[in-house]
């Protein structure tokens, strides 16, 4: 993948003469048009794609004001073709640093596609450690009532229960929005299918926390000797980062509620809600294709606690899935870059036209969702 040096002979010699002339300084200020946006969240999944093989994502470096300050630039590749974005951890910095991104000067992403790329917990009936998942829906699933644990009413299942209802299990009553997000399904499934090439990394650790799973036959999935794989299935935001059999089995409950049945709840995070209400914001405006988006997600910790453990021993024990997660965003998402840049011409500079609804609950982007009440505006697009 990295860039041809006999493509660099057949440049013109005048572009390349000004290029040195106009020198680093205006270079730097030119306006990004990636073919390839990753999204980090924090420095361990940034830096697992510095120093790959692959490509060199600290070969420029541009600073967008209004980024994090612990994470200023943007990186990319020589050609600018892919570069890397680090947007801070948790809903708020999720949104703001996207929208920062898309509304710079310094940035055109009118046809870049996103690879979010973060790592999460795992849902241990669905998928294991180490697995790299891929995901239809983002459901935020913490937008809802809650009353503390010690005074749940009888009769309750949980102290968690959708704004606007009375009761756990009921479809909410009012809509802020950014419940759910839909993205397209056709490319999630040509990202799977690549991501499947790559060979991903496991370890001792990990698999004997795995076993640790083997007690209960629901968790079947965690306990999977083959070790970590690529999986289709869906992801949860919240700002509080949730544990535990109780609040997993609320939660996979408010997934099937929101999505009327259609996500399978898998991974658990703190972002990508905010991050794809503010690519939906930017694809209302144009200056995003909100069917460029694909949302990769690796397990590094399950969710809830296995058989004769507390959920809090769950919580503070160590974490031998970190290790694996991070490896595996680089090992699994290379194929989906590598993917991209060698069908640009064939394939994704013209996009892949999803066959789902995508977009939010509400309907923003025009069309009908394929859950929740409906459109709001009629279906039709924003003018
Ligand atoms: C880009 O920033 C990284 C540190 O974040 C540094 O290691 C690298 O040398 C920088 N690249 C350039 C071209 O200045
Ligand atoms: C952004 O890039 C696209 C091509 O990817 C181009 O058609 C469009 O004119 C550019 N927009 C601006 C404002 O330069
Ligand atoms: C996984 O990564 C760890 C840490 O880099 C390494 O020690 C181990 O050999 C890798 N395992 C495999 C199966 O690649
Ligand atoms: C999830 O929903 C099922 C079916 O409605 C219910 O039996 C169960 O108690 C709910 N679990 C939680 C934790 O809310
Ligand atoms: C989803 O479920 C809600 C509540 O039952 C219902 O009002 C809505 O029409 C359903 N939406 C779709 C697309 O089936
Ligand atoms: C969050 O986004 C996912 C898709 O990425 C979507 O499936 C989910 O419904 C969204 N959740 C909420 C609550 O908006």
Not at 141 to 149: C, H, P, R, S, W
Not at 158 to 181: D, I, N
Not at 219 to 235: E, H, I, Q, R, W
Not at 275 to 289: H, I, K, P, S, Y
Request: hydrophobic share 40%; proline share 7%; aromatic share 10%.
């Amino acid at each position: 993948m990295a860039m041809n040096p006999s493509t660099f002979l057949r440049l013109p010699l005048l572009p390349l003469l000004f290029l040195c002339l106009i020198g680093v300084e205006a270079a730097s200020r030119a306006v990004i048009s990636p073919r390839v946006m990753i999204i980090s969240m924090f420095t361990s999944e940034a830096e697992a794609w510095y120093s790959i093989p692959e490509f060199n994502l600290l070969a420029r470096n541009i600073s967008i004001p209004g980024l994090p300050r612990q994470f200023p630039h943007v990186h990319c590749t020589h050609d600018g073709t892919i570069c890397q974005v680090t947007i801070g951890e948790g809903e708020i910095n999720a949104a703001v640093s996207l929208s920062t991104l898309v509304y710079s000067p310094l940035t055109n992403l009118t046809s870049t596609y996103f690879l979010i790329a973060g790592i999460a917990g795992v849902n241990p009936k669905i998928a294991t450690l180490g697995s790299v998942t891929f995901a239809r829906f983002a459901v935020q699933v913490a937008m809802q009532y809650e009353v503390d644990a010690r005074e749940i009413p009888a009769g309750f299942s949980s102290g968690y229960f959708p704004q606007g209802s009375k009761a756990p299990g009921q479809f909410p009553g009012t809509l802020y929005g950014t419940e759910v997000y839909e993205v397209n399904d056709a490319l999630r499934r040509l990202a799977f299918d690549a991501a499947r090439k790559g060979k991903l990394n496991d370890t001792a650790a990990a698999m004997q926390l795995r076993a640790r799973y083997a007690k209960s036959p629901e968790f079947a999935a965690a306990n999977k000797v083959s070790g970590p794989s690529v999986v289709l299935c869906d992801t949860a935001t919240s700002d509080t980062f949730w544990d535990g059999k109780l609040l997993g089995e609320a939660f996979e409950n408010t997934t099937r509620v929101f999505t009327n049945g259609s996500a399978v709840y898998c991974t658990t995070q703190q972002e990508d809600n905010a991050t794809l209400e503010a690519l939906m914001r930017g694809a209302m405006v144009q200056l995003v294709d909100f069917s460029r988006i694909i949302v990769m997600r690796s397990a590094s910790d399950f969710d809830r606690q296995p058989i004769g453990e507390t959920t809090v021993q769950q919580l503070l024990g160590p974490t031998p899935g970190f290790g694996p997660a991070i490896a595996n965003l680089h090992l699994a998402g290379v194929e989906v870059v590598r993917m991209i840049l060698q069908g640009w011409d064939t394939t994704f500079r013209h996009g892949v036209k999803p066959s789902n609804y995508v977009g939010d609950i509400l309907g923003s982007l025009g069309g009908d969702p394929d859950f929740g009440p409906g459109s709001i505006f009629g279906g039709k697009p924003p003018s």
